[in-house]
């Protein structure tokens, strides 16, 4: 026995009391568990009668039960109304309707998100729904809590969608006149807001015009700044149900009005309207109206309204496309600027103060900052478009270049999602970028490397096939430094924590045979794969770094490298001592199937497979087992008979030997559907040995033509002898009846042998010790042709091809040896004639 080690502890004064203070909160935490338990009268109020139905129980709970099950009945209305919706309408939903007035607000929270369950289910009608659901939702609408509101609310918008126009005119917008008047809570004007909105929508131009519009125009104008920020975010609704010329007339007033307005949340919402509604803007409206608003936000940006500065640096892209066809060459330029003057807002700041407050504040302001320059960075693309991808370099690349090494990981992070993009965009250009590519393959950050990766194959692509220059080689010098970041990538990924980025980063790397030459790919990342099958601990990254082997392997042409690979395959991961490798080299088979021909998998796995029938493991058996559909799947017959032999007896062996019964059931289950699989004939090959069998054939006539005419010259000496012709006849009977015996025999071994096609008797599998000779089902061989099978183990592929040969030898010596009995028939029945005549000849 190994001792104990103690680890060395401190008995010091202050150590001890850590222990002690440890101890009294351990008692603290103890106390209010112990108060939380139930008492006994308490359980007994929670008791609830098990023989009564659900309907009956939802509503003794309602009724007298605790908020808690009152709360659990309201969550399963949903199931209540697929179970039986007209019990649940008459008895449960009244209840649950008295329940809400006097509800706290976690039924209340609970009974919104039910409802919209109910409505998304469609358990009952759209009239059953508006006359059960839709006044409980209207008037729990105007909660005092903030949140129940909000979840009401949720739920009316998404029934508003689904209601017909007639209820929604006369039980939504008639009644929303009332509560939109400034005489109404601030809760409810807000609703109203958001429900004219959605209302806007549903109904023509002309009903909008006569029963939204006023109410918009006076919610516009509201005394609360919330409620003129929520209308104007709902105007771009409004805009798009009256259409072009009421947009023109009635609502780009407002919102010119709006961002004017006292309140900065009240700008930025109208700001951010107009970019939305520059589409329905004619040029006049955009010269003349939007594009002063947006030259008075850009410059107030920077010096009193610093609110709208993220605003403004996430939607400069969509604006400055959108104001394109107006802009002068001068307009141009100052935009351009503004947008390079946030993609660097604040990495030039200097900080130097200590004071607390100063120092929070600066890091506000750096937090906002960051938001901008992460908004320029998604922004790049449209920017390119503006400016023009012939002028990139000239204009935009130092900017590229900034925001591919900004100091912050979300804006590398936002530059590699839009790296794919940017690619495209400079087609022919694309080479000035390779060195900011090899920067963000090298980023210290998987998150910046896992959103690159996304789209890695086709930057590749693009790398490689935009340049001028078609040959591959002088491609790849234009990258020099791209194998080192690819290795440098999947070591940083394989290091982490993080296996689903290292499993998308295999996954993508089967791209580079179209990217890299194939010794560069042998000698720098196959071996690595299968290093990561052999060493990795995660399934699904062994797999990825599998498969893009298997395609690696596809595309080298050089037969050395490729049979150094599929020996490492077979012996390390299909002969391997672990089990778990064993698990790998059937997957990877698998692959093998997929990507490769089906020949190519016969001459060097089909063999290899069969092999793990012997397997210790169960789990690699019936892996095994499930796999071999697939694997007969690759046969061709006359070309592969040999191997579907070898398959019938690992079968036949299986069902014999197994012993496990998960296997043995699997086992049987796949004896099944390969009974019903159809294997491929090699219609070239049946009809060369077809040809070859009559050419066989047509020798073998001759020969016995040739032999009888050298028989009938011979008959006048046989007939000289007569006893010498009865002991030959003797001799010819017997050796008749042992023919006839060795038939039988043999008919014999091949009727108890042979499996039946159907397997109709799986189960009632013949002993261990009877299992010396299977008859092969495949056409073209004769009965005598048996493979004997006593040892445990399964021939190689040159065994295999003997056996055939030894078949064939002995199909022939057979024939033969039956063709000069015949002859030898002959003979003697000439003989007997002779011997007949010369009696009578005598007499």
Known sequence: MRPIIFSKMDFSHSSLFGYIEDLQELTIIERPVRRSLKTPEEIERLTVDEELSDIERAVYLLSSGQDIQGTSVVANLPV????????????????????????????????????????????????????????????????????????????????????????????????????????????????????????????????????????????????????????????????????????????????????????????????????????????????????????????????????????????????????????????????????????????????????????????????????????????????????????????????????????????????????????????????????????????????????????????????????????????????????????????????????????????????????????????????????????????????????????????NRKQEQRHEVIQKLIEQLGQGKSYWNRLRFLDTCEFIMELFSKSFFCKYFFLPVLELTHDPVANVRMKLCCLLPKVKSTLKIPTDKHLLQQLELCIRKLLCQEKDKDVLTIVKRTVLELDRMEISVDAEQLEKEKQKNEGRSTNMNDKMFEKKRRDSKTSSVLAKSINLSISGNSSGTSAGKEEKKSKLVRSQSFSTQVLHPKYSNIDKCPNKSSATGYTSAVPGMGKSCMLSFSDDSFRTHSAGNSGNAAFSSSCSRNLFNTADQKNNGNKESQSRKMSIKNRKSNS
């Open 80 to 555: 209540l109304m697929r179970q039986n919706p007209a019990e649940t309408l008459r008895r449960v939903l009244p209840k649950i309707r008295e329940v809400l007035h006097v509800a706290g607000v976690e039924m209340q929270l609970t009974a919104a998100v039910s409802f919209l369950t109910v409505l998304q289910e469609e358990s009952v009608s759209i009239h059953t729904y508006s006359h059960s659901f839709l006044h409980i939702i209207l008037q729990n609408l105007e909660h005092r809590d903030a949140g129940v509101s909000n979840a009401w609310l949720e739920t009316l918008l998404a029934v508003i969608e689904a209601l017909p126009k007639e209820t929604v005119r006369h039980e939504i917008l008639n009644p929303l006149v009332s509560k939109a008047q400034l005489s109404q809570t601030l809760q409810s004007r807000l609703v109203s807001c958001k429900i004219m909105g959605k209302v806007a929508k549903k109904f023509e131009a002309h009903i909008i015009k006569r029963e939204v519009l006023p109410l918009v125009k006076s919610l516009c104008q509201d005394v609360e700044y919330e409620v003129r920020t929520c209308m104007c975010r709902q105007l771009e609704h409004v805009a798009r149900g009256i259409g072009t010329e009421l947009t023109k007339t009635v609502v780009l007033p407002e919102l010119v009005e709006l961002a004017r307005d006292e309140g900065s949340s009240v700008r930025l919402a109208a700001f951010e309207t107009l970019v939305n509604l520059l589409d329905m803007f004619d040029a006049d409206d955009r010269s003349q109206t939007v594009l002063p608003l947006v030259k008075s936000f850009c410059e107030k940006s920077f010096k009193a309204d610093e609110s709208i500065l993220v605003s403004l640096s996430f939607h400069l892209g969509k604006l400055c496309n959108g104001l394109y066809g107006i802009f002068t060459p001068e307009q141009h330029l100052r935009f351009l600027e503004f947008y390079k003057k946030l993609s660097t807002l604040g990495l030039q700041q200097e900080n130097g103060h200590n004071d607390n407050q100063l120092h929070l504040q600066t890091l506000e302001q750096e937090k906002k900052y960051i938001s901008v320059r992460k908004n320029c960075a998604y922004n790049f693309p449209a920017m390119i478009v503006f400016v023009d991808p012939k002028n990139f370099h000239l204009e935009l690349y130092s900017i590229f270049f900034c925001l591919c090494h900004d100091p912050e990981v979300p804006v590398r992070y936002t530059m590699a999602i839009s790296f794919f993009e940017v690619a495209k965009l400079l087609n022919s250009d694309v080479y000035t970028i390779h060195k900011e590519l090899v920067t963000l393959l090298q980023d210290e950050s998987l998150e910046v490397l896992d959103a690159l990766v996304g789209h890695l194959p086709e930057i590749l692509e693009l790398m490689t096939n935009g340049g001028e220059n078609n040959g591959s080689e002088s491609k790849l010098l234009s990258i020099p430094d791209l194998i080192p970041a690819l290795t440098t990538a999947e070591q940083r990924a394989a290091t982490s924590l993080k296996w689903r980025t290292h499993e998308k980063l295999l996954q993508k790397y089967a791209c580079l045979p179209h990217i890299i030459s194939s010794d560069q790919i042998y000698y720098r990342f196959l071996h690595r794969m299968l290093t990561i099958i052999l060493t990795n601990n995660v399934l699904p990254v062994q797999k990825a770094a599998a498969r893009t082997l298997c395609v690696y392997l596809r595309y």
